[in-house]
């Protein structure tokens, strides 16, 4: 199915807006506080905002009927801020035993549980529970072949290999992309499509970081072939993309500013 502008879905009631992007910055700050690998940061970020969360209210029943085999806890019952900060924090530890060959301690993960969580002091013991209550909500789900990050790793690689220009394609610009589009709800759906996704990363990056009078490589005819989706299609998603990331209103309001000055 394509994606269009327009296609984003309606924004739901949970978590909402501020609770939602809150969370997520929790988990992005997590992340660069252990100096995760992208795989794993996105790998978490993926269980838990793509997962756990859209998957929780229906485990909890706040949407009718419970879907599947009910979750009691007291750490869903009652839903505090600081008990899905200690999920998100457990998303990045199970992301971690995936992928890595030593994984993240449950130690390592209280300690700074303890510095960045304001409201309450876990212990480990906490954080067991709390795996397997994430693990419960999202049906064991945990499968991370199909995440934007990995293909558009694949992407990347297979860029510099043909072109020269792929020297100018810094993977930190391409990460901070997706971080900017999993902060903003209004982009958050495009990883529902992660193929796709990870295309129009590309080509973004490319617009923001090669310069303009060196744009002789047919970047667009490429990532069609290469991903057998049409240029239309990316070339939507690559707006939006440019839209949120470098927010044009912003720049020409901070332009005129500084006309005035």
């Known amino acids: 199915m394509k994606m269009v502008e327009g296609d984003a879905p309606a924004a739901s009631a949970w978590p ?4 939602r992007r809150h969370l997520l910055q929790f988990l992005l700050h997590a992340s660069h506080r252990l100096d995760l690998r992208p795989i794993v940061k996105y790998s978490a970020l993926s269980f838990f905002d793509g997962r ?7 485990k909890m029943g706040f949407c009718g009927a ?25 998303a990045v530890w199970i992301a971690s035993k995936i992928h890595e060959v030593r994984p993240l301690s449950v ?10 969580i304001a409201d309450q002091h876990f212990t480990c013991r906490d954080f067991a529970d709390a795996e397997l209550v994430f693990m419960e909500v999202v049906d064991y ?18 860029f510099r290999e043909i072109s020269k220009l792929g020297d ?14 999993y902060e903003t709800e209004d982009t958050s759906w495009l990883f529902d499509s992660p193929c796709p996704l990870a295309a129009s990363t590309l080509v973004s990056a490319y617009v923001m970081s090669v310069p303009k009078q060196t744009w002789e490589f047919p970047i667009l005819p490429w990532v069609r072939f290469t991903t057998s989706y049409a240029e239309e299609e990316i070339m939507k998603i690559v707006l939006r993309i440019l839209m949120h990331v470098l927010k044009p ?9 500084e006309f005035s000055i």
């Not at 130690?107 to 960045?116: G, M, T, V």
């Not at 391409?174 to 900017?180: G, W």
């Open 168 to 181: 100018l394609l810094s993977m930190d610009v391409c990460m901070e992309i997706l971080d900017v589009l």
């Open 249 to 257: 209103d912003e720049i020409k309001e901070k332009n005129k500013r």
């Open 66 to 90: 419970r879907s599947g085999r009910a979750v009691r806890s007291w750490l869903i019952e009652p839903l505090r801020d600081s008990n899905l900060e200690l999920f998100a924090l457990v």
């Open 141 to 158: 789900n945990v499968g991370c072949s199909n995440i934007t990050f990995i293909y558009l790793e694949e992407l990347l690689i297979q």
């Open 52 to 58: 756990f969360l859209p998957a929780l209210p229906r």
């Open 16 to 19: 909402g807006s501020s609770r």
């Open 107 to 116: 130690k390592s993960l209280k300690a700074l549980s303890d510095r960045i």
